[in-house]
């Protein structure tokens, strides 16, 4: 005999879809290595620029950058999208007016875009070097930066690293560290073994943050409104 089937509601399943600090649908869900608490990404990084603890649970994340310590859940995202009709459209429509809104007006600079996946054929300057793909992610929303060499003297392997000749760049802002740095190692014809630091306002950036994540926890958080954003690049420093 066939069990009598229950229509289940989005609420029923809010405990495990919504956000412990905004009490609103998780958005970009992410979560803590530490003790795997979840929540919206914007809401935990800004917890965090306050405290290192879990707001959950109250256990240390870590001692000095907590924000090493987050990993986006893309399974548990399209989940959410999937079980409430219509916040995808809305999330990805407010994002868009968003960068929109702060899109840096064009003043002639070399342009400069990149594939999200870090590939080396994934960048490209104005004049064709680069890879062969064509699209160049050119609809995702779009943030400009500009590269500066961090000249420390006595810092090993310094002559290596030098200013580059477009340092003003655009593009997607789902770009991650990572991708930067393959892309400065390319212009600047590194060696593969050759290690470099990106830092924004003196701050170490993980390889997988974004650019977007960088703009909204770093840049824009520490009170800086100007175009474009800032990024300095170094030979990595070994503490050992």
């Known amino acids: 005999m066939a069990a009598t089937g229950r229509k289940h509601l989005v609420k029923d399943f809010n405990h495990f879809i919504t956000c412990y600090l905004c009490r609103g649908y998780l958005i970009k869900p ?12 914007s809401c935990i990084v800004q917890h965090f620029e306050e405290s290192n603890d879990c707001p959950k649970c109250g ?3 870590h001692e000095t950058n907590p924000l090493e310590m987050l990993r986006l ?25 968003f960068w929109k809104k702060n899109q840096p007006k064009e003043n002639g600079q070399e342009s ?14 104005d004049d064709g070097e680069g890879g062969e793909d064509g699209d160049y992610h050119r ?6 930066i500009c590269l500066d060499c ?8 310094e002559s290596s690293v030098t200013d580059l000749m477009k340092r003003f760049i655009r593009c997607s802002s789902r770009v991650t560290v990572g991708t930067i740095k393959k892309f400065l190692s390319l212009k600047l014809k590194l060696p593969s073994s050759y290690e470099l630091d990106v830092l ?23 009170g800086e409104n100007t175009y474009p954003m800032v990024l300095e690049y170094r030979p990595r420093i070994d503490f050992g």
């Open 112 to 125: 400069l875009r990149c594939l999200p996946d870090g590939g080396a054929s994934g960048c490209a300057d």
């Open 139 to 144: 609809s995702d929303p779009q943030i400009a």
């Open 150 to 157: 961090l000249h420390n003297a006595g810092q090993s392997g």
């Open 59 to 61: 256990i240390q994340v």
């Open 200 to 222: 924004c306002n003196g701050e170490i950036m993980g390889r997988d943050h974004t650019l977007e994540f960088i703009y909204m926890t770093r840049w824009r958080l520490h």
């Open 30 to 41: 992410t979560t803590v290595t530490e003790c795997l608490h979840t929540f919206c990404k």
């Open 73 to 97: 859940d893309n399974t548990l995202e399209e989940i959410i999208f999937k079980l409430v009709p219509g916040l995808r459209e809305k999330e990805e429509q407010q994002e868009l007016d």
